[in-house]
DNA sequence: ATATATTTGTACCAACCCGCATAATAAAGA
DNA sequence: TCTTTATTATGCGGGTTGGTACAAATATAT
């Protein structure tokens, strides 16, 4: 349980992994593979675990896959964010699609694109759990980029006038093809171009 | 083989499926869990075949799952194809995201999306055929609605001024997203604003 | 030292996986 | 009727799956 902090050196033998890069290694093979091309084997490999601590540290396959899902989003969730806190909406726009689009292209091998879209989309028709909290991503998303315009809007700041909320979704509806495509093989150009065209259609 | 029309009568026992409904059940499995998440035995459940007549009809896993996407993609392609031939882009484009919502709510259980956008990406990286398929048919639907756009722009239609290229791209990007939202369990409603919402920034 | 507590490593389990070998079946041809 | 051809049906074989039991290992506490 180990309550993060300092730690008064438990009583048995102590760990051999650090739990936070070895999930970090987790969510890197799931969102390689995805979570059911994703096997036990492959995710001890990558943790540099052997199974029975898995076991203990993080519950079954699926509990590994929402601890990734959660530290992804989180991650990814405060980068977002920070983009989104230029000046201009327009600057904002472009710093958000530009951040997500660095992460999409990152990877070893082929482009990897977003764990949430690219992975626990497929699973969320056979895992409701999965589904929500899908679900529960794909909105924070939306109201973050919401928030943004609206406050563009207040501030008189040049905008696409509408509903802030669709106009949002729209934003982020692009985000999420983003990821797609990138995993798909698209070019950095190209991904580029699609942002600054969406970011100038929202922003003026 | 078969060459489709009339049949001058096999010599052999007669085949107790017809392929292309059995194609049909194939692709809806697929769509439902993903390459990964179906197994052969729910695959011949689906198609009412046994395993032997399957590989007999379209060779292994993998080979089912291309003639899957590819019958999925000739299909929905004529339907958006279609959905594109309105007399303006904004009634086109409308008409583009109705199809397709439509079809990525339909399913018995939960919605499915769309196979490409929820399935075939996963898939994406660890399959470098699959990938090209992916690519090729995003690349297709692109190009589609970019000659949509670049009529309009020709016609004197009203529409958003710019790369004909570039803004298809974002309005398939669109199009995708609202593939995994509707797997993700976003209302009917919701997929529409964001459908009219792109259709009035794209076409003015 | 000895006892106690915790984790690691090995090895195993039953279930499932994909693909195929083989035999039974159902038609046409001779 | 008997052969030939093409399909269906059964079921197996070797490998992989997710999960766990159990003993060895390594620390602290007494």
Redesign the pocket.
Known sequence: M?TSTKS??????????DRDVALGAIRDVFWERGF?G??????AAAAG?????????FG???GMYFAALQLFAAESGRELQKALEAATLREALEAFYSRAIQDYLSGNGSPRGCLVVCTAVTEATGDSAIRSALAAILAEVDAAVAARIARAQAEGDRCTSGDATALARVATSVLHSLALRARAGARRSELMTIARTTAALIAG
Chains 1, 2 share one sequence.
């Open positions: 180990r008064a050196r438990q009583r048995g033998r102590p760990r051999s992994y059911s994703t096997s036990l084997d492959d995710i675990m052997n199974r029975p601590s898995l076991y203990g540290a079954d396959k699926r």
